[in-house]
Structures are given as structure tokens and as C-alpha cells.
């Protein structure tokens, strides 16, 4: 779900790359930025204390996204004098460097330092202010000492977010928060022990931010104060309190919620109207009673982002006449993680928190991954679902439904799509009986185990007054031993002799099927 998520925000940036550029090949001019090859890179970084590459491939997207940030941080390291060397690599066509650093996707950024004796692989966020805290974190201390508390507050403001400890240089607080500075990019971290600064946080973990509260302490939050004090302990800290309550949601969110298994709430508004005013600070109070356990974000639906959030609405399967609503998603693994909709009810706080009771209890049913809903076609009874008409057509009607799971590029599921076919065509005149199929590549269904309806092409019967536990069909694709199987379970026939005889013989009803599908075997 990460790696979907991340995919969606990285088309964008693509969509709008690819209409600016053209699709061009990605180019450095050599007056601008160090540009290296497959003869030169050793030597620079022998003549370089410090050297941050970039592998890229000039038909890379993300490379072009990334190109602009890149040059700016060159020119940032240039005009304040920094002790790193900027420079670019085309790993296409230097092979000879991509071996050498197992480069395997693109961009890649490989910093080295010390002369060559260290090398890093950057893999946070692609933001200036993030590669520079990298480096320095490398090169000198993850950590800055300041000695007062005007040098704090002239750090803050320049910085405008930072994690403080005050605690004396022999304590284990302190010991563990250098190890996790180390061990965390997010942000800046300043160890100041004076008596000055002592005297003004007491012996404490402080969090200074400039949005929401600005002075976060440790040893104030309830849901923390009482735990063991260890690396663990700051990682709740700042999956609580470093994200922006009701913020826009964007791409660098999508680390954080994952990294800190943050169950999300998202208000997706349509304009900012006193309505939405209103509802904005209902997100905003929330978020900050229930900062333990969810993150809440905003979604907007209007300004320059309209790309973005056709490509949101189509993850989360919304449409405009939905607007506005609360969407939870509930974080359990990275791969699992079920997304609910609030019906449409009011947004107010008591509302929203039975929302995401209810969810937590099972009440609510997640939505499923589907399709846009596909127009009707009467000229056939085999109707065409998606995720998101699964539960009208199968499970909320008084019908039994046979439901066709089937997938594109799959020359079986054509020979069984027939079937469908002519199987609902026999029983077009039952109205006890309902013929479905879906592209379960592209949607998702309930009440069937996903490694079952994977296996294509694969058939399940959903008995009017048992839905929620389908019969897999498993045997012969043939339109008359899957009328006896369905005259069996629905209960219009008993299982006897001659269904057993007609439900197993090889014999019958395979050959004109095998004339127009070849490549089926004996195994139907």
C-alpha cells in the first residue's frame, strides 16, 4: 500500500514534468554543476573530503523532478561556502561507477566523504534542508551543542524545528538521544546541558516547533512521561507531535505514517468556505486529543493540485457528490491497510469518533480496490462489476450470484469468459439466479480469501441466504458440468449418479471449445 500510495504522488510530479519537458533527455551543463565519468570519479573523490554524487539516467522522470532541487542545493553549497564537493554521474552510461556502487535505480545519491574512506547511501527525503542535515550528520555530529539559550532560540528561528535535550552530558537520556539523532533525519537536534538552559526546560526532551504548540516536553505528555526512556520513547515523540494537525496532506507524509504505523484520518473538503472553516477546526481539536494513536490530515479538492487529487480520488474511490467527508485509513502492516468512508453524516467530533469506533470494531466494512464503475450493457445477462459495486450486486440482493473472477492477457479466462456467457444466456429467464464477472487484477471482493480469486480464472457461487460463505467451483470449465454443480448447490437438483457421471467425465462438451482455444489442454 506504501509503495501504491507513493506511486500515485509520483505520477503527478511525472504528469507535469512530461507536459513542461517535453520528455527531453535530462542534461547538466558542465559551467553549473561538477560533471563526472567513468575516468574522472575516482580521482575526485580521492581530491574531495566530502563529495555528494548523483546517479541518474537522462530518461529518468524522477531524475528530471529531482534535477532542479539538485542544482539549487549546489548553488546553496557554493554561496555559503560548505565542505562538500556537488556533482553528477550519467549511471548509463558509466558502468564502471554503477558497479562499483551497486547502483540499481535512479536518481541515487552516494555521498562520500573522509577522501573516499566512507561511503552513504541517501535514501530520505529530496529536499535541500534534508540532504544538507544528512551530510552535516556524517561529516561532523548528528547533534549541534549550543551553550545558551540565545543561541537556541537564534537556532530555532533560523531552523524553525528542533529537538532539544537538556539533560547532563554522563546521563543515558543523553546517550540515547545522541544514537537516535543518528538514527533520524527528520529534523535538527541540539544538546545544550548549561546551567542557563537547565534553569529555563529543567532536565527534559523538548520539541520547539513553530506551527501548533511551539514548546512540546517530554516529561508534560501523559501517554509518554510514564515510559522507559530509550530510542523507542523519541520515535513516539515525534510520531505524535512533529506532523502539522489538519496539514495538506503530501508526499513527505506518506514516510511518516508509515514509519510511525500512524492510522490516518483525512477530512476531504471541497473549497475554503466558513463551513469548511468550521469543520478545519473540528479536524484541528481532534487531532490533538488523539495524537497517541492517529494522524489527521486535510485533503483539498480545488487549486494546483487538481492532477493530484484526481489521482487521490481515484485511490481512496471517490467521487465529487461524496464531498465533503472523512476517509480512515487504519494502518495494521504496510501492506495491509484497510480504507472507510464516513456515510454521509454530519462532520462534528461525535461523529467522527463513532466513525472510527465503529471501524476499529468491524462494524464498517472497508472499502474495496475497484475500477471506475463500468456503463450498463443490456444486450447481455453477464453483468460487469467492479470493487465498488460488488457489495449491490452480490452481496445486498435476494439472489444466488455466481460471480466469474477472471484477468486480462489471460487466454483461459477467455475460454472461461465464453462459459459465462453462455451460461447466463441459458438462464436468462431465472430470476433466482445472477451472472456476474470481474477483473479481479484491477478490484478486490469480499468474504474470499485473496490467494482463491487470485488463481485465474476461478468461479464462486454467493447463495442468496449464505453470502458471506462462497463455494469455489472446482471442477471442469464446461457449461454443462457448471449448470449440474449450480442445480446441486442451489438446491434444484440432488447430487446423484448421473450428475457425479456427467460432473467427471473428460469426454463431453470439450472439443468445440478445444478448436476455437488451442492451446487448452486435457486438463479443463
Not at 179 to 185: C, T, V
Not at 334 to 350: G, H
Not at 469 to 498: M, T
Request: net charge negative; aromatic share 14%; hydrophobic share 35%.
Amino acid at each position: 500500500m506504501k509503495v501504491i500510495f507513493l506511486f500515485i504522488f509520483l505520477l503527478y510530479q511525472i504528469k507535469i514534468i512530461s507536459n513542461e519537458e517535453d520528455n527531453k533527455d535530462l542534461t547538466f551543463n558542465p559551467n553549473e554543476i561538477l560533471i563526472l565519468n567513468d575516468s574522472t570519479y575516482e580521482k575526485n573523490i580521492k581530491d574531495n573530503e566530502n563529495i555528494l554524487i548523483l546517479s541518474y539516467a537522462p530518461w529518468c522522470q524522477y531524475c528530471k523532478i529531482f534535477e532542479p532541487i539538485y542544482l539549487e542545493l549546489n548553488k546553496k553549497v557554493k554561496e555559503e561556502n560548505l565542505n562538500y564537493k556537488i556533482s553528477v554521474i550519467d549511471s548509463t552510461e558509466n558502468t564502471k561507477f554503477s558497479n562499483e556502487y551497486d547502483i540499481k535505480s535512479y536518481p541515487t545519491l552516494v555521498f562520500i566523504i573522509k577522501n573516499g574512506n566512507e561511503t552513504f547511501i541517501y535514501n530520505s527525503e529530496r529536499t535541500i534542508e534534508s540532504i544538507l542535515r544528512f551530510m552535516h550528520k556524517k561529516v561532523y555530529n548528528s547533534f549541534y551543542e549550543l551553550k545558551t539559550n540565545e543561541e537556541i532560540d537564534k537556532f530555532y528561528f533560523e531552523k524553525k524545528v528542533l529537538l532539544l535535550s537538556t539533560y547532563p552530558k554522563e546521563t543515558k537520556e543523553n546517550e540515547i538521544f545522541i544514537k537516535f539523532s543518528n538514527l533520524n533525519n527528520d529534523l535538527e537536534y541540539v544538546i545544550c546541558n548549561s546551567e542557563d538552559c537547565i534553569k529555563k526546560y529543567n532536565k527534559d526532551i523538548i520539541l520547539l516547533k513553530n506551527y501548533d504548540e511551539e514548546i512540546i516536553k517530554l516529561s508534560e505528555i501523559d501517554f509518554l512521561k510514564s515510559k522507559e526512556f530509550s530510542i523507542n520513547l523519541l520515535n513516539n515523540l515525534l510520531g505524535s507531535f512533529l506532523y502539522k494537525l489538519g496539514d495538506m496532506f503530501n508526499d513527505k507524509y506518506i514516510d511518516y505514517i508509515f514509519n510511525n504505523n500512524k492510522s490516518s484520518i483525512f477530512y476531504v473538503r471541497n473549497s475554503k468556505n466558513e463551513k469548511e472553516t468550521i469543520n478545519d477546526k473540528i479536524i484541528i481539536e481532534l487531532g490533538k486529543e488523539l495524537r497517541e494513536k492517529y494522524a489527521f490530515f486535510t485533503l483539498d479538492t480545488e487549486g494546483e493540485n487538481n492532477e493530484f487529487f484526481e489521482r487521490t480520488n481515484e485511490f481512496f474511490s471517490l467521487s465529487n457528490s461524496e464531498r465533503p467527508l472523512i476517509i480512515y485509513m487504519k494502518i495494521i502492516t504496510e501492506e495491509n491497510t484497510p480504507i472507510f468512508k464516513m456515510e454521509k453524516k454530519e462532520i462534528s467530533k461525535d461523529n467522527i469518533l463513532t466513525f472510527i469506533n465503529e471501524c476499529n470494531e468491524n462494524k464498517i466494512l472497508p472499502i474495496l480496490d475497484s475500477e471506475n464503475i463500468p456503463e450498463e450493457n443490456s444486450e447481455t445477462n453477464l453483468k460487469l462489476i467492479v470493487g465498488k459495486t460488488f457489495d449491490n450486486e452480490i452481496i445486498n440482493n435476494d439472489k444466488n450470484v455466481l460471480l466469474f473472477c477472471l484477468s486480462e492477457n489471460c487466454k483461459k479466462c477467455d475460454f472461461v469468459g465464453d462459459i459465462a456467457e453462455n451460461l447466463s444466456e441459458n438462464y436468462k429467464d431465472n430470476n433466482e439466479l445472477k451472472f456476474t464477472v470481474i477483473n479481479i487484477e484491477k478490484n478486490k471482493i469480499r468474504y474470499v480469501n485473496e490467494e482463491d480469486y487470485k488463481k485465474v480464472p476461478s468461479i464462486f457461487l454467493f447463495l442468496k441466504n449464505k453470502k458471506k460463505e462462497p463455494i469455489k467451483y472446482n471442477g471442469k470449465f464446461d457449461v454443462k458440468k457448471l449448470s449440474k454443480w449450480i442445480a446441486v448447490k442451489v438446491g434444484w437438483q440432488e447430487w446423484d449418479e448421473s450428475v457425479d457421471e456427467v460432473y467427471n467425465n473428460d469426454e463431453d462438451d470439450d472439443n468445440d471449445y478445444k478448436k476455437k482455444y488451442p492451446f487448452l489442454n486435457e486438463d479443463l
